[in-house]
């Protein structure tokens, strides 16, 4: 690695967000940014999560200020920044042309399995609350610029095998794979944001990546509503899918 990484990787809610920050963070060589963007998106949305008023008045709510400091200098001197974004906060008004100093990477998931988890801690859901409108959005601009699509992760295939899809994206990113993202120690971390005593009890407990139930989620007509909006854009994205055979 020739120079500093700052790698973004877009996600949307109810994924494997969470943990795959707790892989990166367990490097020695890579420090990790949680949701940057989330104090700005709730000041602006007045979306009312769990800790709303916390996370305003502990975060950023400038994201010009934000945006300055991820494309700045790595903290800690580290030579690997791993910066972990909800694709949702990424609000119409805001300028993009940011996102082309990053190295980015999407992360996907079934979006039944992401409706059927949302909808476990809040009352309602729609397509934009899970950000695969915005995954699209962001796919394409990234495509148009660099002529080739950016990588792209399903969590489904991720979790049947770990340990390949780490080694593929690292050679992609042409940095060295090492066995410690594979796990960590189970507990918070100092980096993790205000809100995760609302949303990271499962990523307390865990010391590694857990495979899928294979369940399929059940849902009723108007979470299927949410999910039938979506199905196109996560099979389009997902055609793009890193591989490991």
Known sequence: M??????????????ISTAMMRAWENRTDCVVSDEPLYAHYLKVTGAEHPGRDEVIAAGQT???????????PIPEGKPLWYQKHMCHHLLPHM??????????????????????????????????????????ELFARLSARNGTPPPVIDAGDFLQEPEAHLRALCALLGIEFTPRMLSWPAGPRASDGIWAPHWYHAVWQSTGFEKPSGKRPQLDASASKVVDECQGIYDDLRMHRLRTD
């Open 2 to 15: 020739s120079a500093p990484l700052r790698i973004a990787m877009w996600s949307g809610p109810r994924n």
């Open 62 to 72: 400038d994201w010009r200020v934000v945006v300055a400091d991820l494309v700045g």
């Open 95 to 136: 300028d993009r042309d940011w996102i082309d100093a990053l190295t980015n990477v999407l992360l996907i998931r079934d979006p039944a399995e992401v409706v059927s988890s949302y909808l476990r801690t809040r009352d309602s859901v729609s397509a934009q609350d899970i950000g695969l409108p915005q995954q699209a």
